[in-house]
């Protein structure tokens, strides 16, 4: 199977690093890179211009974090109906009830546990926990540490921070991110940024 990720940057290297299978990353996607490679990859043209070269691929994976950029990113994938890479690395445990859906990365020692449902091109950094019944949208980002407990819903384009923690059975509005360190007590129901404990909305 031929790769081709969509961002170069220190994500990208985490992914690569999980990658076990024995697969071909024919190049990367990236405005950024001088010297036309990155890491030995080769820069197959810019952040954006993946549609074009779609003979060279069959699967792609979006290995940027910024979440706003990456959802663009993804809008693109999805209107020229460009399959997606997933990666789980060896050391994750996700149950074997767990949905996780096209494009997702799932990092190292991550915990995915029964009857989670995981979105497309998610990113579940190192350490995070999803509890049973998690429902996660597309383009979630959970930092590493994260702890989402039992049947928390997580709309889409959300940034769960760092060592967070989301108490069981509340919901989390789309475009929310939520700071390092915070613990939502109650459902967000609309976008902003919640740090805290509690979590309270930035003015």
Known sequence: MRVACIGAGTHLVSVLDSIKEDIQIVGVFDDLLENGNFHG???LGGLFEFPKYQE??????ITIGDILLRERLLSLVKEHSIP???VIDSSAVVSQNACIEEG???GKRVIVNAEAKVGKACILN???IIEHGCV???NIHIAPGAVLCGNVHVSKDTLVGANSTVIQSLSIASHTVVGAGACVCKNISKAGIYVGVPAKEMK
């Open 104 to 106: 997702t990365f799932v």
């Open 41 to 43: 990859i080769p820069q």
């Open 126 to 128: 190192s350490g995070c």
């Open 56 to 61: 060279q691929y069959d699967r792609v994976i």
């Open 136 to 138: 996660l949208e597309e």
């Open 84 to 86: 997606q890479y997933t």
